[in-house]
Nanobody, 126 residues
Framework: QVQLVESGGGLVQAGDSLRLSCAVSGRSVSNYAMGWFRQAPGKEREIVAAITWSADRTFYADSVKGRFTISRDNAKNTVYLQMNSLKPEDTAVYYC???????????????????WGQGTQVTVSS
């Protein structure tokens, strides 16, 4: 059984940084595309960042481009989201997702992903 467990969320002030981690068990993360999504109260879940299984391509939502960085450590079976210069509008529950066995493309939709974590809360105060 595949499990994704996010950690690293918390309450920070605007301008601070956080690093989210997504530890994967039950399957090697190295063969899967991975993504980070977020969902704010009353809003739909949206893509934040994504990375191909080979790590040769990444995607960032316009709202986080230049501030967030997605990376993966296949040896540790873990995916990260480094978040710098946080803003109050970044406040949301952040979810890690995996899918697309060796898919050669970036996966952007929630329906593209087969595995999801339980989410971690990020709250940015002004």
């Amino acid at each position: 059984q595949v499990q994704l467990v996010e950690s690293g969320g918390g309450l920070v002030q605007a301008g601070d940084s956080l690093r989210l981690s997504c530890a994967v068990s039950g399957r090697s993360v190295s063969n899967y595309a991975m993504g980070w999504f977020r969902q704010a109260p009353g809003k739909e879940r949206e893509i934040v960042a994504a990375i191909t299984w080979s790590a040769d391509r990444t995607f960032y939502a316009d709202s986080v481009k230049g501030r967030f960085t997605i990376s993966r450590d296949n040896a540790k079976n873990t995916v990260y989201l480094q978040m710098n210069s946080l803003k109050p509008e970044d406040t949301a529950v952040y979810y890690c997702a995996g899918g697309g066995f060796r898919a050669p493309i970036i996966l952007l939709r929630t329906s593209n992903y087969d595995y999801w974590g339980q989410g971690t809360q990020v709250t940015v105060s002004s």
